[in-house]
């Protein structure tokens, strides 16, 4: 059964609306993860991101309790290993010294492979995102 569970933390010097916002509307999303993205932040709304040609990323949404959190369902479209709902992502932010502490925990994963390729990802992501809300531009592409 799916049990690992990866956590990773990150300080952004934005308010909690301002980090919320870039977590579930498509054109902020963009920005700091994937090249297009179809996000309905609601219980049972859709979350689908396009992160390049062929890989997108899909669940749904869970829980939306602006601006403190978010929890959504995850997986790959076409993956066997992480079909997509097959995971849960669960984000809270919090304010912190004149910004944002947050905090993402993704469950359900099936290995450690996969638990070391998702946190590799999200703390990649999580990074462009803090440099985004910190004024700064992160790299695009994928």
Do not use: C, Q
């Not at 308010?15 to 996000?39: I, S």
């Not at 859709?46 to 899909?58: C, D, K, N, P, T």
């Amino acid at each position: 059964m799916a049990d690992r569970v990866l956590e990773v933390e990150r300080y952004m010097a934005a308010t909690p609306d301002e980090v919320f916002a870039f977590l579930t509307d498509a054109a902020r999303y963009t920005k700091w993860m994937g090249r297009a993205a179809e996000l309905d932040p609601r219980p049972g709304g859709i979350y689908r991101v396009e992160m390049s040609e062929g890989v997108v990323a899909l669940g749904e949404y869970v829980e939306v309790d602006p601006p403190v959190r978010i929890v959504f369902t995850w997986g790959w479209v076409g993956s066997a290993d992480v079909p997509p709902g097959s995971t849960t992502v669960e984000i809270a932010l919090e304010a912190a010294e004149g910004g944002t502490s947050l905090h993402l925990r993704h469950s359900g994963l099936p290995d450690e492979a996969a638990n070391v390729l998702h946190r590799e990802g999200w703390e990649m992501y999580l990074g462009r995102l803090a440099m985004l809300a910190d004024g700064g531009t992160p790299r695009t592409g994928d």
